[in-house]
């Protein structure tokens, strides 16, 4: 302990030694201690964040950040679609009884209306499918809305 208290006391000194003003004084003018002007000069790039660059925007997170979405083809009054909707985290099970009958009583409310019709679907524990006929794109999308509100 004695000879760790000593070391200490020796290195302090030194440390005070070195930041004298006359110690400062000496190396001051000295040609080693002078700061390097650069040979170029360069302009600095202001304003770097924001707007269309390459790597730009969020970066996807989470088990399907990456998957593609496929492109859907045109939607027609003949053209069965299939539709999957997933269900938040933490939600209650669909498949319990007074869910079921409720949902059952929604999807059969919203099964034809608008250019939109509900021909079969699957109730899951946390997702739902559907195969749905609809006039165009936007009756599909007003009918998916109204059965999911």
């Given amino acids: 302990m004695e000879h760790r208290h000593s070391h200490t006391h020796s290195l302090s000194h030194s440390l005070i030694e ?32 924001g707007g269309a660059r390459a790597g730009a925007g969020r970066k996807p997170k989470g088990n399907r950040a990456l998957v593609p979405h496929d492109t859907r083809a045109r939607v027609t009054r003949h053209t069965p679609v299939l539709v999957t909707t997933r269900l938040l985290a933490g939600l209650p099970n669909l498949r319990r009884e007074r869910t079921l009958a409720l949902l059952r009583a929604t999807l059969a409310a919203g099964a034809d209306r608008f250019g939109f019709r509900l021909i079969e679907y699957s109730i899951q524990s946390n997702h739902l499918h559907f195969v749905a006929e609809a006039q165009d794109e936007i009756a599909l999308a007003r009918g998916m809305k109204g059965l999911l509100v």
Wanted: aromatic share 4%; proline share 9%; no cysteine.
């Fill in 18 to 49: 070195s930041h004298s003003p006359s110690h400062m004084q000496s190396h001051m003018h000295s040609p080693s201690h002078m700061p390097q002007q650069s040979q170029s000069i360069r302009q600095i790039d202001l304003f770097r964040r």
